[in-house]
């Protein structure tokens, strides 16, 4: 929240790229008489937050302020603020159907390349939907292909109608982005891949079939290669796209804390008369966080929901009870854990913000050596100093007993988690009704949605 309102300090001469949409003006505390009519800050982009009023106590006027924030701190890098947030969503809605359809490419050609080249092996592997990739490869066979390969050029249109939007280098990041997401979705597919790998190893070493095992086993560690410069590409895509939203983002926080005199306005040495607390170290830490953090989130909520919807596919095609079951028990453990673990956003926001008023405060002793000791300040420095450290303890200790908390109710459900295909899967083995490769993949896919 502090990271956006100092998001809202800006001056006329600020660096876009772009035309500017009307600066909505909000007045702030002004130290002189001499300096109100010059020292304003506003929005950059008008939103419902900065008309609605910053008092606006309701959840719902909370949550439309919030939004806006997000927005504020996020849509620009990727769309002009001239275009609406809608477009921004839809665009990434786009970005998605693009992909898409290229992975399905991809598929397509890895398919006739091992047709062309390895005939048997490839009709041994691909061959009906209980098949190594038969499953996976099943779904472009039907309809669900087509609607696909429409999606995916519908995408390509509505990017190329927005390229209005996309000035100033803003398609590296769509690019970018686009990778992550389209190495997130290889990773998966490879990951469903593995477990039917597993299920047909486990079987072919039960039944003693070498010749089928070493056939395996090649296809295994083939995975395998191929997985390693995948994960590496992912890790520097989304490292890439981290440091160059946060350039962005940082200089352009540069320009609104120079500009206009908001570093005066701010003033950062009152704790009790400004919401933004450090800016310095809102700049130089919390960009970074923010940057970091907001793309390690997207990516995960993106990397979940693929295995989610793979594993599901998989298990619902080996046991709708242990799909139902898997269901019931992930959502009530997520459940759970987010109640629980709602408290620590304000306490880890306190946490930094204790860290860099003590840090602060060792910086003024040094800054002001000379000043301190003339007048000999020493014990008011010291007390104040000690001050700040004594909240940075305290809250840690508060951290510490949160974390503990949330600690143990995930390990318990992770513990849980261990005995659940045995107790649904088990029956249906020992009736001969379930072969034991089979029971290993659910068993791996369950682990992998769980987790």
Request: proline share 3%; charged share 20%; aromatic share 12%.
């Amino acid at each position: 929240m502090l990271l956006s309102n100092l998001a809202c300090c800006r001056g006329p001469h600020a660096d876009m790229a772009e035309k500017q949409p009307k600066l909505v003006k909000q007045e702030t505390v002004i130290r002189t008489k001499s300096m109100e009519a010059d020292v304003k800050v506003g929005c950059r982009m008008p939103c419902r937050s900065c008309k609605s009023g910053e008092n606006n106590s309701d959840g719902g006027g909370r949550a439309r302020k919030h939004r806006g924030y997000l927005r504020r701190l996020t849509q620009p890098y990727f769309l002009s603020t001239e275009a609406s947030g809608w477009r921004f969503a839809w665009l990434v809605c786009s970005m998605l159907c693009i992909v898409l359809g290229l992975t399905l490419c991809l598929l397509t050609l890895v398919l006739m390349i091992m047709q062309a080249s390895m005939p048997e092996y490839a009709e041994k592997m691909v061959s009906g939907d209980s098949g190594f990739m038969g499953l996976m490869f099943s779904m472009w066979k039907s309809p669900g292909g087509g609607a696909i390969y429409g999606l995916s050029a519908f995408g390509t249109v509505s990017f190329i109608m927005h390229r209005q939007y996309l000035k100033g280098r803003r398609w590296i990041g769509w690019i970018l982005l686009g990778a992550i997401v389209f190495v997130l979705l290889i990773i998966n597919i490879l990951n469903t891949g593995i477990g039917f790998i597993a299920r047909d190893l486990t079987n072919a070493l039960v039944k003693r079939d070498g010749d089928s095992t070493y056939r395996i086993l090649t296809a295994y560690a083939a995975c395998f290669i191929v997985a390693l410069p995948i994960r590496s590409a992912q890790f520097w895509f989304t490292a890439k796209l981290s440091i160059l939203w946060r350039e962005w983002l940082t200089r352009n926080f540069i320009d609104s804390y120079m500009s206009h005199r908001a570093y005066y306005d701010i003033n950062p040495n009152d704790e009790a008369n400004t919401e933004v607390d450090n800016p310095d170290q809102r700049m130089a830490d919390d960009v970074k966080t923010y940057t970091r953090e907001s793309l390690s989130f997207t990516v995960g909520a993106i990397d979940s929901l693929l295995t989610l919807v793979l594993n599901i596919v998989v298990l619902w095609s080996i046991s709708r009870k242990l799909t139902l079951a898997l269901l019931a028990y992930s959502g009530t453990a997520t459940l759970v854990l987010i109640l629980s673990s709602h408290k620590l956003v304000r306490i880890n926001y306190n946490q930094l913000r204790y860290e860099a008023d003590f840090r602060y405060g060792l910086v003024h002793v040094r800054n002001n050596a000379e000043a301190i000791a003339f007048y000999a300040g020493e014990e008011p420095e010291k007390k104040e100093t000690k001050r700040r450290l004594g909240w940075v303890v305290t809250n840690f200790n508060y951290l510490i007993k949160w974390e503990v908390i949330i600690s143990v109710l995930r390990r318990s459900y992770g513990y849980a988690g261990n005995f659940f295909p045995y107790l649904i899967m088990a029956p249906a083995y020992l009736a001969g009704e379930l072969e034991y490769g089979s029971f290993i993949q659910s068993k791996f896919a369950f682990n992998m949605v769980e987790s």
